[in-house]
């Protein structure tokens, strides 16, 4: 069955160490979103593609990096400079990113916990 | 800042339907309402969306205004399985794509 694959589901890091979030999906979705969520709260975008080698800034992007080095793969690198980096990130992807009546797909998460 | 307005909590009984509201009072004519729901540390999980008809799936209604400012999610005969966090997001025709989503309608089900 197709999807999207986060990996892995818990994560544990020092402080001011880098770490990588991959995702991965097999719906040949052109479109894949980072998100960030804290309890008891909504979703917050932190970066976009809408295809290869291309990829745009959301709202709170700041100490983050991505890539889209391949149509499947979008890998989210937390880095040192993130300030509150501990929370619950969320890999999405749509068919591409302007097609509003097609919905997003959103894989398992991955639980990132920074001490 | 949110483009939908969902009351934060409701409450349902096992096997009576549950009609979940959202105010999406700017929505401009292009835009979709779609409905997803989540489970504690799982990812949100599509449910339904719709432009300005009624719709139906396996999952769930979507009820639309006429004046499609407001929208409800009606899941017919409440399950356990139910319990979850809804969200009413936009999505926008040639948007940004920077869509938003608010804390949701966290839905309790009583057995």
């Known amino acids: 069955d197709g999807g999207i694959t986060q990996s892995p589901k818990y994560l544990f890091r020092k402080e001011g160490q880098n770490v990588t979030l991959s995702c991965e999906q097999n719906?040949?979705?052109?479109?894949m979103y980072w998100y960030r969520q804290d309890p008891g709260q909504g979703l917050r975008l932190i970066y976009y593609s809408q295809i290869v080698n291309d990829f745009q800034k959301g709202d709170i992007a700041e100490g983050y990096s991505v890539s889209r080095e391949k149509k499947e793969s979008f890998p989210l690198t937390v880095t040192s400079a993130q300030k509150n980096p501990t929370a619950f990130y969320l890999c999405a992807s749509s068919i591409a990113l302007d097609s509003p009546n097609s919905p997003l797909h959103f894989g398992n998460g991955t639980r990132l916990t920074v001490t | 800042d949110a483009k939908t307005t969902q009351p934060n909590s409701m409450e349902s009984n096992e096997e009576e339907p549950v009609h979940l509201p959202c105010n999406h009072s700017t929505i401009s004519g292009t835009d979709y309402i779609h409905w997803y729901r989540q489970l504690p540390s799982q990812g949100p999980e599509y449910v339904i969306h719709?432009?300005?008809s009624n719709v139906n799936n396996r999952m769930a209604s979507l009820a639309i205004a006429e004046d499609r400012k407001s929208s409800t999610l009606i899941l017919h005969r409440a399950t356990l399985r139910d319990a979850a966090v809804y969200y009413c997001i936009l999505r926008e025709q040639g948007g940004s794509e920077k869509l938003v989503f608010g804390k949701g309608t966290k839905l309790t089900v009583n057995p």
């Open positions: 719906l040949n979705h052109d479109a």
């Open positions: 719709g432009l300005t």
